[in-house]
């Protein structure tokens, strides 16, 4: 009996080291059937699964030429057979006219139900605003306030120190200036020939009735290209608006305005359009609306189906004539 068992542990072992074995054997196909090759313990990826992972490019891009430079633009055609016009979508600032969270989904879905959509880069500079505490300011007014006698000795210390840094390193200095120069960008197109330039497009594929769209700071954009354009623009839709001066322009826009913010906005959005809500109230403003996104942040992160739904609704009761889809 005992030499049986013997010799059931000797086929076990054995049995264990050729299944081992031929694991091994399998290794490499099994890996290349997956994607994944193990070199050295580290994953390295293959060609085939490269190719599933690359990035599309931008759906419906197009550059536009705007005073000889070109300015990237997206524009998607209606794909529901019915025409009700076009929407141009100012990003907010910090943001790509491709980014997701507002402009992404709404420019591909609004073109699924009818509204055709343009997107295309606006020149949003970042402007940090920079305040010194209390300390600081003052340390800043008594170094003003002191009178020091040696002056001319220190101005003299300085242009000394800046001679010596010219004579050593001239020819160093007059490269770095020349490669700025070189560098240079070209002046920065106005954001008003920008707009000028999408709208002839629009005007050139027969399309008659444009609303714009703005997100954050880009709904500031949009309202100040409201009265300068040749081609008229029917609505506007203003989403996370910040506080702003624009109450004498509400006033005197004859066009549809929606507001949509969330609950989760940026900072002073929901009490500026509370504020602006009560000004259009008092002056009777009947095409004025406004609609809250519950739980919504800046970005509409997760509740992008919820700001779709919130634009579309407006736009079908206020533009869309009744029994038309």
Request: aromatic letters at 6%; hydrophobic letters at 45%.
């Amino acid at each position: 009996m005992k030499q049986i068992y013997v010799v059931f542990l000797y086929c076990l072992v054995s049995w264990s080291a050729f299944a081992a074995d031929d694991m091994t054997d399998m290794g490499d196909e099994s890996s290349i059937e997956t994607g994944v090759v193990e070199i050295d313990g580290a994953a390295e990826t293959d060609s085939k699964s490269s190719m599933m992972r690359q990035i599309s490019p931008v759906a419906g891009y197009q550059a536009l030429s705007v005073a000889g430079q070109d300015i990237d633009a997206a524009y998607l055609e209606e794909s529901l057979g019915e025409r009700y016009g076009a929407i141009v979508l100012f990003h907010d600032q910090g943001e790509a006219f491709e980014s997701n969270g507002v402009i992404t989904p709404l420019r591909h879905q609004l073109a699924e139900h009818g509204w055709s959509t343009l997107t295309l880069t606006f020149d949003l500079p970042f402007e940090p605003n920079v305040m010194l505490s209390a300390s600081l300011d003052k340390e800043a007014m008594s170094a003003e306030g002191e009178e020091t006698d040696d002056v001319d000795a220190s101005d003299e210390e300085a242009e000394a120190e800046a001679q010596e840094t010219e004579d050593a390193s001239g020819d160093v200095n007059d490269d770095v200036i020349d490669n700025t120069a070189m560098k240079a960008d070209l002046p920065p197109v106005p954001n008003l020939e920008r707009i000028e330039a999408a709208l002839a497009m629009l005007q050139a594929k027969g399309i008659k009735q444009v609303i714009f769209l703005g997100h954050g700071k880009g709904a500031e954009v949009a309202i100040d290209m409201l009265d300068s354009q040749t081609l008229p623009v029917a609505g506007l839709i203003l989403v996370g608006l910040s506080d702003v001066d624009v109450d004498d322009d509400f006033k005197g826009l004859e066009i549809p305005v929606l507001e949509v913010y969330g609950t989760q906005d940026l900072p002073g959005v929901a009490m500026a359009i509370k504020q602006r809500k009560a000004s259009m109230k008092r002056v009777a403003k009947p095409n004025y609306a406004v609609r809250q996104i519950l739980g919504a942040n800046h970005v509409f992160y997760g509740l992008e189906p919820m700001l779709l739904m919130t634009v579309r609704s407006w736009l079908k009761a206020t533009f869309i004539k009744p029994g038309r889809k």
